[in-house]
């Protein structure tokens, strides 16, 4: 029975950058009463990621949001290179190809081995898709999303949370929540209300950053048209094309916020006509929360992991946080989610949080190599010159990929010992940041593969668990059906005869949850389909 009573909201989530504020869609899409709180006043014009993986456009799609964000971000047939310069009019020292969307997008229709993922990545701005998200949750009925409403404190006893928070006048109110979900960012009042701490390497470099709008710049790039430029200098510089092809943001380490536009000027090497409208500073961490909440209280996002964004680990990571919290929590809150449910969060995501954070750490040790063989040289016409230029490149050609070829770390992460996961014997396959092979294993993510109609299987499957009966299995899937329905947990059982699904999933049998994880797979029905689903709903550990 749901108890909605003596609350002012099931959960108060608190932030509504990109993660609270996937979670807040999340939530009300399943029907959850949710409030978002925000201290600032709207979502900012600040220049931060630029770019959503495969896998978070996946989880984009299963909210129906996939291409709404496309329309609003970098245009399908933009280039999504990668090159290494000394200036945007030279001859670039290292030029990596990557797909544009439209071109990803045929690799996918044309790809029958599950190698590939549903969706590509998509070039939108933060400040494109905070407002675009926040669009969306406002058209929920159970949301609520206010602004200039700053988290003060909380304090949670055994049936809820307490929350005072400061309105736009400075006045205060209180909130009573079921639940909290602090999306409050790095330097989260959630996080250090609890006394949990980060560890890791904090305070590694400080950068300043800056947003420019500059109108044909793109078109008049002649080296070739991009995403990324790295500068090969002693400042580290960036640049980095913003959605709309007409905004860029430079990052580099110089002294003052003036030395931007200086800056600015320099990369181009040409005459530009610009707007500066945003220099600020910030600094590189790696580094890991001890815990992702206690008791009622959950931390998701910036909140419980700070990465370089070298790999584009930092809001990926925390999506996937929102979209493993958000069925958790509506589960509980709906009676069918046992106690185990929710623990299972934090054993699910902070592995994925330490190994984010290790690869971005890999990958910004990759950058730092090629970066080592830069010398005051490298735009000399001279022999010395040419080979500072060619060893630079050479080394930049492995080093750089580390940071733009993570496929693994985006799609291949899998739930390792969690309580809600059957614990098939055995290893299962090893964790590679650098490709992602597909698989069925318990605990992964279920691998993409079109159907004989040419339909996505993921677009079948439906929010609850899902047995999936492959290539004309005739095992009953009635028992755990009814296990599953006595616990009072959505279920559904779809039939898919495609042989290109059997051949790659590997078995006849699959259990699906609501976030497209595996709990269970096998040729003959769980030989105790109760124990199955009482592990998938978190009443029975694993
Ligand atoms: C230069 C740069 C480039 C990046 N590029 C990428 C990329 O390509 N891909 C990628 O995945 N990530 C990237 N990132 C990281 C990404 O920007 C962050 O991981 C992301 O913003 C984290 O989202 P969040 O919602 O957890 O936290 P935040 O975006 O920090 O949002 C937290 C929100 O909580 C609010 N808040 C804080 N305290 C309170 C309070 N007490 N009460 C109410 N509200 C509060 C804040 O105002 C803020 O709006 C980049 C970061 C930087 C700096």
Not at 161 to 178: L, N
Not at 193 to 212: D, F, M, P, S, V
Not at 385 to 399: D, M, P, S
Not at 447 to 458: G, R
Request: aromatic share 6%; hydrophobic share 40%; net charge neutral.
């Amino acid at each position: 029975m749901r108890e909605t009573g003596s609350y002012d909201t099931e959960v108060l989530i608190v932030g509504a950058g990109p993660v609270g504020l996937t979670l807040a869609i999340d939530l009300g899409q399943r029907g959850v009463r949710a409030t978002l709180i925000e201290q600032k006043s709207a979502p900012q014009r600040l220049p931060k990621m630029e770019r959503c993986n495969a896998r978070t456009m996946e989880m984009f799609r299963r909210m129906g949001l996939a291409e709404r964000i496309r329309a609003a971000g970098l245009p399908a047939h933009c280039s999504m290179d990668v090159f290494i310069v000394t200036s945007l009019v030279d001859p670039p020292l290292l030029h990596l190809p990557y797909p544009s969307v439209a071109e990803a997008k045929k690799q996918i229709a044309a790809c029958h081995d599950g190698t590939l993922p549903l969706e590509p990545y998509q070039l939108i701005s933060q400040y494109t898709l905070e407002p675009l998200l926040k669009s969306v949750a406002e058209t929920l009925p159970t949301v609520s999303l206010r602004y200039c409403h700053e988290l003060i404190s909380f304090a949670q006893d055994a049936q809820s949370v307490t929350a005072q928070i400061k309105g736009a006048g400075g006045g205060t109110s209180t909130i009573r929540a079921q639940y909290l979900v602090g999306c409050d960012g790095g330097s989260s009042i959630v996080r250090k209300t609890l006394g949990i701490k980060l560890a890791g390497e904090g305070n590694l470099l400080q950068l300043r950053q800056a947003l420019y709008r500059c109108d044909d710049l793109y078109e008049r790039i002649p080296i070739g048209k991009g995403r990324h430029y790295h500068v090969a200098d002693a400042q580290s510089t960036q640049l980095i094309v913003q959605d709309d092809t007409r905004h860029f943001t430079l990052h580099s380490v110089v002294e003052k916020d003036e030395d931007m536009a200086a800056m600015f000027e320099k990369t181009c090497a040409m005459p530009v006509k610009f707007d500066m409208p945003y220099v600020g500073q910030w600094t590189q961490h790696l580094l890991l929360a001890e815990r992702y909440g206690e008791g009622r209280v959950f931390l998701a996002g910036d909140a419980v992991h700070l990465v370089i964004p070298t790999g584009g680990l930092g809001m990926n990571t925390g999506a996937g946080d929102a979209v493993d919290l958000g069925w958790k929590l509506a589960a509980t809150l709906q009676g069918w989610g046992g106690p185990g449910l929710l623990k299972s969060y934090e054993v699910e995501r902070r592995q994925i949080g330490e190994r984010n954070v290790a690869a971005s750490t890999y990958a910004v040790r990759g950058r730092r190599v090629w970066r080592a063989a830069y010398k005051s040289d490298i735009r000399d016409n001279t022999p010395e010159g040419a080979a500072t230029r060619a060893n630079l490149a050479r080394i930049a050609n492995v080093e750089q990929r580390k940071t733009n070829e993570m496929i693994g770390a985006e799609l291949g992460y899998r739930y390792v010992g969690s309580p809600v996961i059957w614990p098939e014997p055995g290893e299962g396959p090893a964790h590679d940041f650098m490709n992602y092979v597909p698989t069925t294993w318990p605990g992964a993510h279920l691998p993409h593969v079109w159907l004989d109609d040419s339909s996505a299987i993921q677009d079948r499957i439906g929010q609850g668990y899902t047995l999936l009966r492959l290539g004309g299995t005739q095992s009953d899937g009635a028992p755990l059906a009814a296990a599953f329905r006595s616990i009072g947990a959505p279920f559904s059982t779809l039939d898919v005869r495609s042989d290109a699904a059997r051949d790659l999933y590997g078995h006849d049998l699959i259990l699906l949850r609501p976030d497209l994880h595996v709990v269970w797979r096998g040729n003959r029905p769980p030989a105790d389909p109760a124990k199955l689903a009482a592990i998938a709903t978190g009443h029975q550990s694993a």
